[in-house]
């Protein structure tokens, strides 16, 4: 089912459900992610763009293995390997609705999150669904994995350029259901030029 294109594999993705160390949430958002130049979806915004990295291995690996990096050396975010074996794209996701689980959430959050919040963009979305960086890697369909995705019928989706990069910036890659207060709010990069950006 994700051994397809990163936009195919993230419609794919939206409505999917996540389910960690008990807490369980329905993504509501997600970004798509290519590879290198001269492969198949070039994408100067990927990890993937300058090849193989002991970082970014996870990308060219088997799709359906979950991809975790630190950002800017504070969050966590999670991302799902997609495309056929070899050939590097991930899906990133940045949202999701905590379906249960909630109490566990928020006491890994803090009390004074709002619920739409909880996991509303990468860093808080793993924080709340407790992703760890030694999770990197495993296989989310195996139901023996700390972090599993069960795959449902997509929803609607509405797209738009990805938040917060400076390459490739106008591409539609972001994918999210609209009128879902857990979706995270649009930033441009400042570092991002205006104008139609072409990989």
């Known amino acids: 089912m994700l051994s397809v294109d990163p936009v195919t594999a993230a419609r ?4 999917a459900v996540l389910v960690c160390r008990g807490v369980s949430a329905q993504v509501v958002e997600v970004e798509a992610y290519g590879g290198p130049a001269q492969g ?3 994408d100067p915004a990927s990890h993937a763009y300058r090849g193989l990295t002991p970082r970014n291995a996870v990308m060219f690996g088997p799709a359906g293995r979950l991809y975790v990096y630190r950002s800017y050396g504070i ?3 999670a991302n799902v390997s997609c495309g056929p074996d070899g050939t590097p794209a991930a899906v990133l996701v940045r949202a999701a609705v905590i379906e249960s689980g909630l109490p566990t959430a928020r006491t890994r959050r803090g009390p004074a999150v709002a619920d739409r919040s909880l996991a509303r963009g990468p860093g808080n979305l793993c924080s709340a669904l407790g992703i760890t960086l030694p999770d990197n890697g495993i296989d989310l369909f195996d139901p023996r994995s700390a972090v599993t995705v069960e795959l449902a019928e997509p929803l609607p989706a509405t797209a738009g350029p990805r938040v917060g990069i400076s390459q490739a910036v106008d591409l ?3 994918f999210w259901v609209s009128g879902r207060p857990e979706v995270s709010a649009y930033r441009r990069s400042p570092r991002a030029p205006y104008g139609k950006i072409n990989p």
């Open 12 to 15: 794919h993705l939206l409505g």
């Open 40 to 42: 198949r979806w070039p």
């Open 75 to 77: 969050h966590l975010c």
């Open 172 to 174: 539609p890659w972001r």
